[in-house]
């Protein structure tokens, strides 16, 4: 197993492999932002490491049990952090969608930790855990999704994607 691994990482062929390695940081005042956890920076598409946040058109539900866009929210949020900011991009690796996966910065704001603290989005904790604490704080304070009910975006993109 262990040559197999070692083979692909020399081929380049390892998600994230050769391709991330030759990224540096980059940054950029010119931001897009597509959802609550992907942006454009500097025309390149980056899906920001260890988040996850509601997908543009999903629904929660707030403290009193009424829906509301929470997808719109987190999307809207986000877009509020890097308004009128540089943001720089480190970039981790890039994934299956050909996306580079980051840690991004408005200024010297953790955008990523940013959106989880805020309660926009969760730790994406399959992939790394280093958001968790953020999360619980965000759960214990009631922050954003956590005020009411939610389905974590990555069901929620299972479960719309068998509806299609």
């Not at 200024?107 to 990523?112: K, Q, S």
Request: net charge positive.
């Amino acid at each position: 197993m262990r040559s197999i691994v070692i083979g692909l990482l020399i081929s380049g062929l390892w998600v994230g492999g050769a391709e991330a390695k030759d990224l540096a940081a980059w940054s950029s005042a010119k931001v897009k932002v597509i959802d609550g956890d992907s942006i454009v920076v500097g025309g390149k598409e980056v899906r920001m490491e260890g988040i996850d946040a509601p997908e543009y058109h999903q629904n929660c539900f707030n403290a009193k049990g009424e829906a509301y866009a929470c997808g719109v929210e987190a999307y809207e949020y986000l877009r509020k952090q890097v308004k009128g900011k540089k943001v720089r991009c480190e970039p981790i690796e890039i994934d299956r969608y050909k996306r580079v996966v980051a840690v991004c910065f408005a200024n010297d704001t953790n955008l990523n930790a940013q959106m989880v603290k805020s309660g926009h989005a969760v730790a994406y904790d399959r992939y790394d855990d280093t958001y968790v604490p953020l999360e619980k704080e965000a759960m214990q304070n009631k922050r954003g999704i956590w005020q009411g009910k939610f389905m974590r975006p990555e069901f929620w993109r299972l479960l719309n994607k068998r509806r299609k």
